[in-house]
């Protein structure tokens, strides 16, 4: 599977963005998908995920509320939501395709397969 994510750019303090995940290979519909962040000088951290079917999520605490994951598995693609945009969200997003679960893609950073980043900045 190969992941390409875009959306990204520039956006002010409360405005909105919507990240795409693109996967092109087989069997898209049996990995679970997931988005990451990584900033400037800190690690890569988990932000949402979601199940193979989509009936599942999981966010992490600094975004819930603001970003909504889905997914549209006729499409092969993956989406993030983010509204309510804060400075500290400023960071290169990933997103990432596992097999093995919800656990593993919202506790692990060891995943099956990982996109290029695609950059967001909020200016305040």
């Known amino acids: 599977v190969q992941l390409q994510a875009f959306g990204g750019g520039l956006v002010q303090a409360g405005g909105s963005l919507r990240l795409s995940c693109a996967a092109s290979?087989?069997?898209?519909?049996?990995?679970?998908m997931g988005w990451f962040r990584q900033a400037p000088g800190k690690e890569r951290e988990f932000v949402a995920a979601?199940?193979?079917?989509?009936?599942?999520?999981t966010y992490a605490d600094s975004v819930k509320g603001r970003f909504t994951i889905s997914r549209d598995n006729a499409k092969n693609t993956v989406y993030l939501q983010m509204n309510s945009l804060k400075p500290e969200d400023t960071a290169v997003y990933y997103c990432?395709?596992?097999?093995?679960?919800?656990?593993?893609?919202?506790?692990?950073?060891?995943?099956?397969?990982w996109g290029q980043g695609t950059q967001v900045t909020v200016s305040s």
């Open positions: 979601i199940s193979w079917t989509g009936a599942g999520t």
């Open positions: 990432a395709a596992d097999s093995r679960g919800m656990q593993s893609i919202t506790y692990s950073l060891n995943l099956d397969f």
């Open positions: 290979g087989r069997a898209f519909s049996r990995y679970c």
